[in-house]
């Protein structure tokens, strides 16, 4: 079975600092990987997939993640914060047969 | 091209009542999937059809049942509804199961 646990439920960082945001993966098979992002009142977009070509993947808006199979994690990664990234984020793994699996996500705010 | 759309925005219904939600994918796109989106989790995985056919469900009661049109548009359905059964209802299209999913706005139920 897949699953994904986020840590940190709340994230708080400075504009122009450090986005960081931890997801770490169970799966028997190798993983489809994904980060999506929701606005407020919106559905999820995709910010960006590892399905199993490079390591170090780059999104949309600056965002990338990078694949470390010896900690099955799948951290996103921003280097400078903006207002507009306000938002959530939810890591995310895909089954064999195509179904997702959402983490609890975590909710970023960004102080000026 | 327009994206996945979802009708009703909202909708609020009392305890016991039947609910229906729609879901028209984006053009070209033959899979479809719900997701149940309780407030403060991430989405649930509750019914994937391609090609008008089942081919999975999540762990959701009977009450909750959903079907594909020949023109690849989707209906959930949610029977007895109770007050567990307040969410944000989220559909996905993708080309096929297999494939990149694309997120509708979402259908927010509210039962009192």
């Known amino acids: 079975a897949q699953s994904v646990t986020q840590l940190g439920s709340h994230v708080s960082v400075s504009e122009g600092a450090l986005v960081l945001l931890r997801c770490n993966y169970s799966?028997?098979?190798?993983?489809?990987l994904f980060w999506y992002v929701q606005y407020p009142n919106q559905g999820l977009q995709l910010l960006l997939k590892?399905?199993?070509?490079?390591?170090l993947v780059k999104g949309i808006n600056g965002f990338e993640a990078e694949f470390k199979k010896s900690e099955t994690s799948f951290h996103l990664t921003k280097p400078s914060a903006h207002m507009s990234d306000a938002a959530e984020y939810f890591c995310a793994v895909s089954d064999p047969e195509g179904k997702l699996q959402f983490g609890a996500g975590t909710q970023v705010v960004v102080t000026p | 091209d327009a994206g996945v759309t979802q009708s009703p925005t909202h909708l609020i219904k009392t305890r016991g009542q039947q609910v229906t939600l729609r879901c028209s994918p984006i053009s070209g796109h033959k899979s479809v999937s719900w997701y149940q989106q309780v407030l403060g989790q991430g989405p649930q995985f509750i019914f994937q059809y391609y090609e008008k056919e089942e081919r999975g469900r999540g762990n959701f009661p009977d009450r909750f049942s959903a079907r594909q049109f020949p023109n690849y548009s989707s209906e959930l359905n949610v029977n007895a509804l109770l007050l567990g059964d307040s969410a944000l209802y989220l559909c996905?299209?993708?080309?096929?199961?297999?494939?990149?999913?694309?997120f509708g706005p979402g259908t927010r139920l509210t039962v009192l």
């Open positions: 799966s028997s098979v190798p993983p489809y």
């Open positions: 590892y399905t199993s070509a490079a390591t």
């Open positions: 996905a299209s993708t080309v096929d199961p297999f494939g990149e999913q694309f």
